[in-house]
């Protein structure tokens, strides 16, 4: 009787602010759908290109292939991996790997959006325009076993 006097309605009052709907098989369907469109149209258009631009290479060339070493020092690299994400969650705060994650996706983001619209922004530009080249380029090794890792080039516009 005091609950009532005071206002409450007791423990099985929600306020109508967090109350959400009820999820209905529609809207599941819908969610779920759109999952999967959203995972397959990706690996489709990509496999698309990556036909056409195998057609429009020289045929000369050698596929890449994986080798036996290669292979076998996967599980090994793989695991190293998965330890040290384990390990990285478990000393870092949750703000220094947002943070870190946030920083990712930006420069990832920033690198795409640029490389998508660098064809329509060379349209807005003058012509006498001064346009260098650059190259960020990241190598591992020296000699004859110099390898590759990040090799991008980009220009002022």
């Known amino acids: 009787m005091a609950e009532a006097q005071n206002g409450s309605a007791g423990p099985q009052a929600v306020p109508a602010a967090s109350a959400r709907p009820p999820a209905t098989p529609e809207g599941i369907a819908l969610a779920y759908g759109s999952l999967v469109l959203m995972a397959l149209l990706p690996i489709f258009f990509g496999a698309l290109r990556s036909v056409s631009?195998?057609?429009?290479?020289?045929?000369?060339?050698?596929?890449?292939?994986?080798?036996?070493?290669?292979?076998?020092?996967?599980?090994?690299?793989?695991?190293?991996?998965?330890?040290?994400?384990?390990?990285?969650?478990?000393?870092?705060?949750?703000?220094?790997?947002?943070?870190?994650?946030?920083?990712?996706?930006?420069?990832?983001?920033?690198?795409?959006?640029?490389?998508?619209?660098?064809?329509?922004?060379?349209?807005?530009?003058?012509?006498?325009?001064?346009?260098?080249?650059?190259?960020?380029?990241?190598?591992?090794?020296s000699g004859e076993s110099k390898e590759e890792i990040v090799n991008y080039e980009f220009d002022t516009k």
């Open 53 to 141: 631009c195998a057609k429009s290479k020289n045929s000369s060339e050698m596929p890449e292939t994986i080798t036996s070493r290669d292979a076998a020092r996967f599980p090994i690299v793989a695991s190293c991996t998965l330890l040290g994400l384990y390990l990285f969650f478990k000393i870092f705060s949750q703000e220094y790997i947002n943070l870190l994650l946030s920083m990712y996706f930006f420069v990832l983001g920033i690198l795409a959006l640029s490389h998508t619209i660098s064809p329509m922004m060379n349209r807005f530009f003058p012509a006498n325009f001064p346009n260098k080249q650059y190259q960020l380029l990241f190598t591992q090794g």
